[in-house]
């Protein structure tokens, strides 16, 4: 397919994330070490696919969001179809499926982008036969890797092709912690959304058109966030509103909640250091799919 190839009968393929060539062989991008998987299946396509890129600091809950997300679409939720491409496209659900059912959270993300997870699916709203297919790639990026990158920019070039090829854009925020007060979920997001700004180099009086919604997790610890999601922002993550007020065209607010309840359970490492583990009881899943709704109707 031509937007794979260097040149007609090439048989060299290009990255679908950094553009490097590769040859049909590989495994992984020599340059970024995205799965090449994704381009092989999007040739047996026929199209290239979007990518939808979700975010966030350490600890928020990536994984866990989207590998819910995945099984709640897979399993044709609010009338969505979805069909992965490929086997790897399933291993995230079916981990963070697997670990919460055994009352533990799924492994955090490796900061190596060969070890990321990716899924590549196709999804449409049940709506009749012209009802619109998506072609969405979602890879589960470390949070540490994130950060890394918006400290010393280049350092993950996989992210910031990644960012760029972006169609739309998931930013999960920690909404427990802010409103408990702490200014980390702020202070990242408020990162995050600079990095996405400078990317795109817009003049001053213009505005970023990639449509980014802004997911508060753990949404359960503060109802209000529920109540008037785009009011708990702007009073508890007001430097993230005022960014995106001023420089980002098509923003909307979310919050929502996997975890219905926690335990913690107590032990000590092997330096004898106490800790306290939390143990995820049961899942109580609401607001998954609106983020996902509302980006899909504007890419």
Known sequence: MGWMQAEPNDPQLRCMICDALNTVDVVVCSECSAPMALVHDSVTQGRAPQIVSV?????????????????????????????????????????????????????KTAMEPDRWHWAYYQARKAGGRRSKWYDLVMPDLAGESLAAEIANPATYKVIRSLLGKSAGSMLLVDAALAANGATRPDFFALKMMS?????????????????????LCKADHC?????????????????????????????????????????????????????????????????????????ISRI
């Not at 996405?196 to 919604?213: E, G, H």
């Not at 335990?263 to 939390?278: C, H, K, N, S, V």
């Open 195 to 215: 990095y996405i700004d400078s990317l795109f180099q817009t003049k001053r009086d213009a505005k970023v058109q990639t449509p980014i919604a802004i997911v």
């Open 55 to 107: 975010l966030g600091d350490s600890n928020v809950g990536k994984t866990v969001y989207l590998g819910f997300l995945l099984d709640m679409l897979s399993q044709r939720a609010n009338e969505f179809e979805a069909i992965p491409k490929g086997a790897y496209s399933v291993d995230m659900q079916q981990n963070v499926v697997a670990s919460m059912t055994q009352r533990t959270f799924p492994a």
């Open 223 to 295: 109802p209000e966030s529920f109540d008037d999601t785009r009011r708990f922002v702007q009073g508890s993550l007001n430097r993230l509103w005022n960014l995106c007020e001023s420089r980002f065209a098509t923003v909307e607010y979310f919050a929502c909640s996997s975890v219905g309840s926690l335990a913690y359970a107590t032990g000590a490492d092997d330096d004898g250091l106490e800790f306290a583990r939390p143990i995820p009881l049961h899942t109580s899943l609401q607001g998954i799919l609106e983020p996902f709704e509302w980006l």
